[in-house]
């Protein structure tokens, strides 16, 4: 800092250290006007509870001193008196350096360990999983959620289930995290509402949701436009990143309401590339724990990949 504002900071130490000092100093001298029965008057419950007046006792006088001492021990030692760097010579941004490279060289090992191992394979291993999983809510959590269950409000995929847009395979994860994703479904409402309407149905009919059985008729035909990339039999494209639609998994909700929604006013996704935030070891260990999350067995899925 200048020299100004280091004159500034040692005046202000200066004054609220001594202001306090020369309290401490005073206060156990300090005379307070008692009654005859050493009570200063004040009286509470009808006065069945008086104020008494009393000595501080010798230890807190004591610790209190100490304390004194060891706040002017502290400003020789360490930087806080303007631009004095203590006579330690300590910074916080030596003691950070010094704790990573501690961190680093016990993770050393840990890392070249995972480098031997395929994703699939490292997502069984359990220091890899503890890892994964700081890195997953450092910076996944705040669109898939913290278990990994996605978010309909936002169109966060589940990552927790079996089924996915791109592919499930670790290197589908890998190029997934390190390059990102960007889904688009174009808005029908050209098809007109009605048409839209039939068009819901039948794709609630092929998950055997609950749909206008007549409606669904009708818009048969009309999904020739969406097999393009669901596919003819909806199934879904991972080339493509079209989700998958014979199943109860949903990227932005299952009801009629939501598809209608869906097939009028279009859906754009966007999954942010992180390469640029994240070392390839530590990718690869992000993509073994997402691996993880879906193979431990039935969970409950919220949303579709």
Known sequence: MSAGWSLWVMFLVVLNFGITFLLFLWAPRAKIPTLSDDTSGHVWAHGAIREGVRNLPLWWLLLSGAMFVAGAIYLVLYPGFGNHKGTLGWTAHGELARDEAINNARLDDLIERFRKYPVEQLAEDPAAQQMGERLFVDNCAACHGRGGYGN????????????????????????????????????????GEDNVK??????LSLSDSPHDEGRAHAGQALF????????????????????????????????????????????????PAWSK??????????????????????APAQASR
């Open 152 to 191: 309909v409000k936002l169109g966060a995929p589940s990552l927790i289930d079996d089924d996915w847009l791109y592919g499930g395979s670790g290197k589908d994860i890998l190029t997934s995290i390190r390059e990102g994703r960007a889904g688009m479904m174009p808005p029908w409402s050209s098809l």
């Open 277 to 298: 935030r994240l070392s390839d070891d530590q990718t690869r260990v992000l993509a073994a724990y997402v691996y993880h999350l879906s193979h431990q067995g039935d």
């Open 224 to 271: 020739t436009t969406c097999a393009a990339c669901h596919g003819p039999q909806g199934k879904g494209n991972p080339a493509l990143g079209a989700p998958n639609l014979t199943d109860h998994i949903w990227l932005h909700g299952g009801k009629f309401e939501d598809i209608v929604r869906t097939i009028g006013g279009g859906r754009q996704g966007h999954m």
């Open 198 to 203: 039939n068009l819901a149905n039948y794709v």
